[in-house]
């Protein structure tokens, strides 16, 4: 079946760095359009980056811009999201996700969630 698993969350200071990772399975990759999504308490969840399976295009929110780093292994079954200078309101639960077509029908698949504390 589809699975999606997060990993590298975890706590940092402001301004520092983490590396998250997620493992996809049962499914074809390659032709999947990845993203990040996140949510904090009380909010809504947003969009954080997508990487698209063709061309590897990338998009942000406005908010990460310049400081986070969508990257994927399609040898691997693996994207990745590289956070640099973390600031305390990027404290959320980070979601990884799976966007592709089984039997020409779109799918949309969820990671379980990996927790993101920034503090000092």
């Known amino acids: 079946q589809v699975q999606l698993v997060e990993s590298g969350g975890g706590l940092v200071q402001p301004g520092g760095s983490l590396r998250l990772s997620c493992a996809a399975s049962?499914?074809?990759?390659?032709?999947?359009?990845m993203s990040w999504y996140r949510q904090a308490p009380g909010k809504e969840r947003e969009l954080v980056a997508t990487?698209?399976?063709?061309?590897?295009?990338?998009n942000y929110a406005d908010s990460v811009k310049g400081r986070f780093t969508i990257s994927r292994d399609n040898d691997k079954n693996t994207v990745s999201l590289q956070m640099n200078s973390l600031k305390t309101e990027d404290t959320s639960i980070y979601y990884c996700?799976?966007?592709?077509?089984?039997?020409?029908?779109?799918?949309?698949?969820w990671g379980q969630g990996t927790q993101v504390t920034v503090s000092s």
């Open positions: 990487i698209t399976s063709i061309t590897g295009s990338t």
């Open positions: 049962g499914f074809s990759f390659s032709s999947a359009t």
């Open positions: 996700n799976a966007k592709f077509r089984r039997i020409g029908l779109p799918q949309n698949a």
